[in-house]
């Protein structure tokens, strides 16, 4: 399978199980990442431009924009885009492994985004995404 095979294998996996997905995301009662994510924005300035790699449900996203944060959230598959479109938070479609980003960031977030992918792919992405950041920026995975 070649790396795009892949990738549009994984994206297909999150379409067709999406609602599932988002159903129990949802249920969570504990965020786990809250202080992970809460600790990770100390020290950005309120403005800095942050963007999130594969959003899903826009949980860490909420929770960002609730400490005084904008910040573009993205996925690849439709089915998260347009959920993330039904609860205000105007998100792209974005996929790391074809997609050029469409501005430099202080801040890129990618949980649970990198799992997906080959050592290889996973160094191809790390270079696409430190080539997005601006100086001084940082990635949170």
């Not at 159903?23 to 202080?35: F, G, M, T």
């Not at 992918?117 to 100086?135: C, D, I, P, R, W």
């Given at each position: ?38 600790r990770s924005l100390a020290g950005l300035p309120k403005n ?82 430190f080539g997005a950041l601006s ?7």
């Amino acid at each position: 399978m070649t790396k795009n095979e892949n990738n549009q294998k994984t994206i297909q996996v999150y379409e067709d199980c999406a609602q599932e997905y988002i159903a129990r995301s949802e249920a969570k009662k504990i965020h786990l990442s809250a202080p992970w994510i809460t600790r990770s924005l100390a020290g950005l300035p309120k403005n800095a431009k942050l963007f999130e790699i594969g959003s899903a449900t826009g949980r860490e996203a909420r929770l960002i924009r609730s400490l005084g944060y904008n910040i573009q959230v993205s996925d690849a598959p439709s089915a998260f885009v347009d959920y993330l479109t039904t609860i205000g938070l105007d998100p792209i479609q974005f996929d790391l492994m074809t997609d050029q980003f469409p501005d430099t960031y202080n801040y890129i977030l990618a949980k649970a985004t990198l799992v997906h992918f080959s050592h290889k792919e996973v160094k191809a992405a790390l270079k696409k995404v430190f080539g997005a950041l601006s100086g001084g920026g940082a990635i949170r995975v």
